[in-house]
């Protein structure tokens, strides 16, 4: 390398970083020369690099001691991320559930039938505002009844109605298609073999291939979509495990983040799947693959080095597979915080009495609650027996505790899910009848769709929170109570194998698998004193308030923003870039974006 290009790769390195860093160079470099070290300096290529890497070492320890909450995370930071650090960049979503669904009314009328849905999501909820924030395009399967209807020429529609600031592109999928690659490959394999919740993942051939056609087509989609050779796409979830190895062969230059929303499972437990070495594969076409936690980020990185040829860089985080190296992060997903709901929602006070008036429960009786889809993951059935245990060994909370499990519909052609269903229903009835009397019912079951503002108000209306999962990525239902709760009351159950519960340390965490400690914890939530639920619940709602899901999403487009800068580095350099620690980047960039 000749001098110039060695001071070349300095100012670029320096411009990577950002200016906010140059003092900290400037320093480092002044103390080198005022103490050269010992030995002669090599020359050429290896100086720059190595002097590089000093510089980030001790960058690092500099950067360590800068608090990255202070950062407002907004739309409005998202905007700056992608003005400042992804100039003329195009944000593609892709994702299996679409964030508005069109369906036609019972009435049928084409025009004037027309009813809007915005799902019950927890990946909705969370991606839906980021969308907004980066003007984008997101790619989703068109499964209402009435979405042909409501699409242009091009099977595009401008969301959200009222307010368009974003493009939603379905894509069509026959119904052979979404038994297979929905129901079958994605929903009765992957998704039992990642939650270790002893439900038998099953795998048919028939499914796999309809699942690699219908992540091709998805392919296809994002590469009709895109405006040019370098979009940052968005890859969500278990549906399209193979999807970034497709993107990356037709848009070689592009930026994939996939993000695989739910647990990754030990080495062991994922060799049960045949195609265990293609689903890898196609993941590590992406530029960065996050998870919520770090435990399952290792799980990934343990499978890659056991099943694929690699190389694994524990300390940056980095795996190179097939001349491409892929970033595996944890990014613990969250929810917009919801001051505009809050605001439209009645107080709390008037939210139990809507509630206790809704299901006739006196005003004396204390109310615990459990929302979520209904699914074996989420620990229900688990659940229904701390609430016998509990009344076994303390039957004075008979009559005064009433538990109200709002299950959404969810996979009901399913076996497994008609199981679950029968078998929630029947354990319902019976501590009902073990337990009931003339104008009580312990458990009441609402197999219903909620709207969010309905949701809010069962949290704000209710005593305790049970998050009890066998088995969870994250677990939005956790944050969004908190997130509720503006008069610090309530207690949040969470169970140890949620995300969530290496954030949320105030909740009383459980395990849903002993029910007697589940009762004992649900017997603490009962008499906790007001003073106690403030000074668990005020931290708990700082925690969710800061570490929003624009700071989700702001970290991943942050890393991608270093990708890029490093990938036009090693343009100019001839591949000399030297290697920057993964998260020196961020937190130097997150002090920047919050001036």
């Given at each position: 390398m000749t001098d110039y290009s060695a001071a070349l790769l300095w100012v670029l390195i320096i411009a990577s970083l950002g200016f906010s860093t140059f003092a900290v160079f400037f320093s480092l470099s002044r103390h080198r020369r005022a103490h050269p070290p010992a030995v002669a300096r090599p020359s050429g290529e290896d100086v720059a690099a190595e002097a590089a890497r000093k510089v980030i070492r001790e960058f690092e320890k500099n950067a360590q001691s800068v608090d990255s909450a202070l950062v407002t995370?907004?739309?409005e930071t998202l905007r700056k991320i992608l003005a400042v650090d992804l100039p003329d960049a195009q944000v593609i979503v892709v994702s299996n559930r679409e964030p508005y669904i069109h369906n036609t009314r019972h009435d049928g009328i084409a025009n004037d039938g027309i009813e809007l849905l915005v799902p019950a999501s927890g990946l909705v909820s969370a991606l839906e505002p980021i969308t907004r924030a980066c003007a984008g395009t997101w790619i989703a399967y068109g499964g209402g009844t009435a979405d042909r209807l409501t699409v242009d020429k091009d099977d595009r529609v401008q969301v959200p109605p009222g307010n368009p600031s974003y493009t939603l592109r379905r894509v069509w999928l026959t119904e052979d298609e979404y038994q297979g690659y929905y129901l079958g490959f994605a929903n009765e394999g992957l998704w039992p073999l990642c939650h270790i919740a002893f439900t038998r993942p099953v795998f048919r051939l028939s499914d796999w291939e309809a699942y690699e056609a219908v992540n091709r087509k998805f392919a296809d989609t994002v590469v009709a979509?895109?405006?040019?050779?370098r979009p940052i796409v968005l890859v969500q979830d278990y549906h399209f495990a193979l999807l970034p190895r497709m993107i990356r062969e037709r848009l070689p230059e592009a930026?994939?983040?996939?993000?695989?929303?739910?647990?990754?499972?030990n080495s062991e437990v994922y060799s049960i799947c045949p195609w265990r070495e293609r689903i890898l594969e196609g993941l590590l076409g992406s530029s960065i693959i996050g998870f919520h936690t770090q435990f399952h980020a290792n799980n990934f990185t343990e499978s890659v080095d056991r099943f694929l040829e690699s190389r694994i860089e524990r300390a940056d985080a980095a795996i190179s597979y097939g001349g491409q190296?892929?970033?595996v992060h944890a990014y613990p997903i969250s929810i917009e915080w919801p001051a505009e709901l809050l605001a439209k929602l009645p107080d709390v006070e008037d939210c139990r009495a809507r509630l206790r008036e809704r299901f006739a429960l006196k005003p004396d009786v204390k109310l615990a609650v459990g929302v979520e889809r209904l699914d074996y993951t989420k620990g229900i059935l688990d659940r229904f027996q701390a609430l016998d245990e509990l009344f076994k060994r303390h039957p004075e909370w008979i009559g005064k505790l009433v538990f109200l499990q709002i299950a959404a519909p969810s996979r009901g052609t399913l076996p497994a899910y008609?199981?679950?269903?029968?078998?929630?229903?029947?354990?319902?009835?019976e501590l009902n009848e073990r337990y009931g009397s003339e104008g009580y019912r312990p458990v009441i079951m609402v197999a219903e769709h909620h709207s969010q503002e309905q949701v809010y108000e069962i949290y704000r209306g209710a005593d305790i929170c049970m998050v009890t999962s066998l088995h969870d990525g994250m677990n939005l239902v956790a944050k969004e109570f908190v997130a509720a709760r503006d008069d610090e009351q309530g207690v949040l159950m969470l169970s140890t194998f949620a995300g969530a519960s290496r954030e949320l340390l105030e909740a009383l965490i459980v395990n849903p698998y002993d029910a007697a400690m589940m009762s004992e914890a649900l017997l603490q939530a009962l008499t906790m004193t007001p003073d106690e639920q403030r000074e668990r619940m005020r931290p708990m709602?700082?925690?969710v308030r800061n570490?929003?899901?624009y700071r989700w999403a702001g970290s991943m487009l942050l890393d991608a923003a270093r990708l890029r800068k490093r990938?036009?580095?090693e343009k100019v350099t001839g591949g000399a870039a030297p290697p920057v620690h993964d998260n020196v980047i961020s937190i130097a960039e997150r002090k920047r974006v919050a001036r």
């Open positions: 995370w907004s739309p979509e895109a405006r040019n050779e930026i994939i983040i996939t993000f695989w929303h739910i647990p990754w499972p190296t892929t970033l008609q199981l679950l269903h029968d078998e929630c229903h029947r354990y319902a009835e709602r700082e925690i570490n929003n899901v990938g036009d580095l």
